[in-house]
T-cell receptor, first 113, second 112 residues
Framework: DVKVTQSSRYLVKRTGEKVFLECVQD?????MFWYRQDPGLGLRLIYF???????EKGDIPEGYSVSREKKERFSLILESASTNQTSMYLC????????????FGSGTRLTVV | DQQVKQNSPSLSVQEGRISILNCDYT??????FLWYKKYPAEGPTFLIS?????DKNEDGRFTVFLNKSAKHLSLHIVPSQPGDSAVYFC???????????FGKGTLLTVNP
């Protein structure tokens, strides 16, 4: 069964902490994505990567960075967590081309206090 | 500029009846459309898709209809079941773009 695995289901961090969210996929997908989901705002793209060491900003990159050192792993970094980054974070991966769709991870519910 | 719109934030239907979820798009370059279903505290899961060369695709209780001239697609669920209660996201892609564009989602509640 193919999978996108996010390291934590629930996470509580303090304001100002540096936070790492990890995502690993076992499908040999080239593309990987980080989204956040908030009520009424749908899925908003933070960053994506179409190859190792390649990254592009999505719609809401401010306050975030990413790292992709290996094809299977895509990390989202909150440089200095703030309460407005409390959200559900979703990682996804896909083959090149949108007709393959995305496979999503189970999500990480991050609460910043 | 919202290229994929789901204008109904929520929909409530009775068990056994039809659920119709709607989605409009503005980008004529989109040629592939997908529906995802999301339960709380879980990631979205793929439900059904349709290519622009078709106007209908069916999978069990789920049917997606595409009206290219109106730039409109709809997801029909018949009969609706309480387990179908979830947020449904419409997504579109195509051309040289390797990103999907998502709508904001519609929360479907199926009442027993």
């Amino acid at each position: 069964d193919v999978k996108v695995t996010q390291s934590s289901r629930y996470l509580v961090k303090r304001t100002g902490e540096k936070v790492f969210l990890e995502c690993v996929q076992d499908m040999d997908h080239e593309n990987m994505f980080w989204y956040r989901q908030d009520p009424g705002l749908g899925l908003r793209l933070i960053y994506f990567s179409y190859d190792v060491k390649m990254k592009e900003k999505g719609d809401i990159p401010e306050g975030y960075s990413v790292s992709r050192e290996k094809k299977e792993r895509f990390s989202l970094i909150l440089e200095s967590a703030s309460t407005n980054q409390t959200s559900m974070y979703l990682c996804a991966s896909s083959f090149p081309g949108t007709r393959y769709g995305y496979t999503f991870g189970s999500g990480t519910r991050l609460t910043v206090v | 500029d919202q290229q994929v719109k789901q204008n109904s934030p929520s929909l409530s239907v009775q068990e056994g009846r039809i659920s119709i979820l709607n989605c409009d798009y503005t980008n004529s370059m989109f040629d592939y459309f997908l529906w995802y279903k999301k339960y709380p505290a879980e990631g979205p899961t793929f439900l059904i898709s349709i290519s622009s060369i078709k106007d209908k695709n069916e999978d069990g209780r789920f049917t997606v209809f595409l009206n290219k001239s109106a730039k409109h697609l709809s997801l029909h669920i018949v009969p609706s079941q309480p387990g179908d209660s979830a947020v449904y996201f419409c997504a579109a892609g195509g051309g040289s773009n390797y990103k999907l564009t998502f709508g904001k989602g519609t929360l479907l509640t199926v009442n027993p």
